[in-house]
Every structure is written in C-alpha cells, then in structure tokens.
C-alpha cells in the first residue's frame, strides 16, 4: 500500500495540510512550480493519494485546472480531495476537485474544505493550519487510512457540496462592487530588491523575468508566493482594486470558518 501526497501550494498552506494529513513516510508530488508540471502523473490500484489545491475564486485555480484533468491519472487508486480556503468560503472548489478526481479514475473516499490563512492577507485565519489543526488533520488522515483498508465506498458526488460547474466567484470591492485587478502585478521597491532570484524561483507560472525581477512577464495568478517569500520584502501588490478587495476581506471575514471534513 501507498501513502501518496500531490499539493500546488504557492504560499505553502496546501502543502502543510497535505502532509499533517499523509504523514512523514508518505511518497510526495509538488506540482507547485513549472518543473513539477512537466510531466503525467500517474498512480494505481494500491495507492492511496491525498490531493490538495487552494481554493482561488471559489474554484480550483483556473490555470491548473487543465493539468489537473489531463495530466493527474488515478488507474484506480484511491484519493482524498483536499482543498484550503482562507476563511472566506470554499464555494464549488471541493466538488470540482471531486469531479476532476473521479473522471480521472480516482475512487475519492474523503475529502476536505481546510480553513488556513488566506495568501492575501494574515488577518484572515492568522496562522492557520495551528497545532490543533494540524492534530485534526492528522486524525482525518489516519481515519481516511482506516476506511482504505477496510475497503469502504467512494463518496456520492450528492455527498460533496458545491457545483462543479458553477461560475468563479467575483471579487467585490470596500463599495460593493466587482473589483477589477486582472492585470495587476506585483510592484517591486527597488531600493530592497538585491537581485537574489528567489521570487524567480517560486512563480508557480515562471511569469518573473530572471535578469530583472521587477518584470512581471507572463500571467500573474496573484498567489503571493513571490510576495512572502522574497527575503527582502521587496514585492506587494499596490493595485488599488486589488486593495479594495481585500480590505473588503478583512472588513467581512474575520469570523474563524470551521473546516469541513467528509468521509
Ligand atoms: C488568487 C487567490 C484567490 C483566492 N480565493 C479564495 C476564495 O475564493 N475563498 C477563500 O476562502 N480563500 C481564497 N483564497 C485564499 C487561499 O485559498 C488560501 O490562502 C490557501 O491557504 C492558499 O494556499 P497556499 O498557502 O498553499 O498557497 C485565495 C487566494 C488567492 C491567492
Ligand atoms: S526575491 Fe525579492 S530581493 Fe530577491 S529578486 Fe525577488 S524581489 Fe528581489
Ligand atoms: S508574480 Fe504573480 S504568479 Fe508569480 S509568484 Fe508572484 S503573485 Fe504568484
């Protein structure tokens, strides 16, 4: 038997989850970066594979969607969709990642809506995955073990709440409106930037331009890898919709959302 871990987690909450869910002595796929998209992935009979993905727009991230349905092959493995949202709402997010996985011959026996700290801001579900999440997580993971190995039944999609075919949630802005920021990228201070490459590295799209990093070349997810993980603090996003929305976060969603964990 297989303990397998596949996880895109820009800002690294995906990946937090996924592990306190799988374990240490699990086989793990990071398909957060380019390099790690490359290629198919493929599992089977005998494997049990915990999915995880972030919750962007109420939806699975558009732009690893396609991978996901053409590249991620169950051959019969058992998995368990997990995705994190932070604090705002999971939407249609677990019931499309279910829908994915089972039309990829996945038999999906649990899944899980994780409430962790939003990628935008640390006002909304400050710190999570914290200790007694990751001891709730880790429980779900040994419960999700138990029901593999006594053979139990696949959820109902009736059972995943959601709609896999639902439109992406629009981000509203301070007046109510949608908040149009698209096309924003992040802004660079110059005066920090030291040309060290780590933002370069981490763009799960490789859209930062390596001989000047204050270029955003490609398409910007908005995932804010690049932004917590540059040593200098260098990089935010000064787009005033993007603002707008998510001061419009942090002024309606402060409330602690509860994780929602099927099985
Ligand atoms: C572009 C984008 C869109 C997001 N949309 C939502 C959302 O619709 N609902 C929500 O509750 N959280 C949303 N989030 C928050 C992430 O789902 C959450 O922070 C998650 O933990 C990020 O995973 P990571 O840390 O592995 O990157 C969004 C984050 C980003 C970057
Ligand atoms: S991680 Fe920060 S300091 Fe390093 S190149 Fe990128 S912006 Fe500059
Ligand atoms: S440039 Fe955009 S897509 Fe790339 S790491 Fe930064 S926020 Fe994410």
């Known amino acids: 038997m297989g ?3 596949v996880y895109f987690s820009p800002c690294g909450n995906v990946e937090k989850t996924v592990r306190a869910m799988a374990g240490p002595d699990a086989g793990y796929t990071d398909i957060t970066r380019p390099a790690g998209r490359r290629g198919d992935i493929s599992f089977g009979p005998g ?3 915990f999915v995880g993905v972030p919750v962007y727009a109420g939806r699975v991230p558009n732009k690893l969607s396609p991978f996901l349905a053409e590249r991620l092959h169950g051959n019969g493995a058992a998995a368990v969709a997990v995705v994190c949202f932070g604090n705002r709402s999971f939407d249609n997010a677990l019931a499309e990642l279910y829908a994915i996985l089972t039309a990829n011959g996945f038999s999906v026996l649990a899944g899980a809506a994780v409430a962790t700290e939003h990628s935008f801001t640390d006002k909304l579900a400050p710190g999570r995955p914290n200790e007694a999440d990751l001891a709730q997580l880790a429980g779900f993971g040994a419960k999700c073990l138990e029901k593999y190995q006594a053979g139990g039944p696949a959820l109902a999609a009736a059972q995943v709440p959601g709609d896999p075919a639902a439109p992406y949630y629009t981000p509203l802005g301070t007046d109510g409106q949608p908040a149009k920021f698209l096309k924003a990228t992040p802004s660079v201070d110059p005066m920090l ?15 930062i331009d390596r001989e000047d990093p204050g270029k955003t070349t490609g398409i910007c997810i ?23 929305h998510r001061a419009m976060l942090e002024q309606n969603y402060q409330r602690p959302a509860e994780s929602v964990l099927l099985i």
């Open 3 to 5: 303990m397998k871990g």
């Open 222 to 244: 908005k995932c804010h890898a690049c932004v917590h993980k540059c040593p200098h603090k260098a990089r935010s996003f000064t787009d005033a919709a993007f603002l707008s």
């Open 47 to 49: 494997d049990l594979v």
């Open 193 to 207: 930037c030291t040309r060290c490459g780590q933002c370069v590295y981490v763009c799960p799209m490789g859209s």
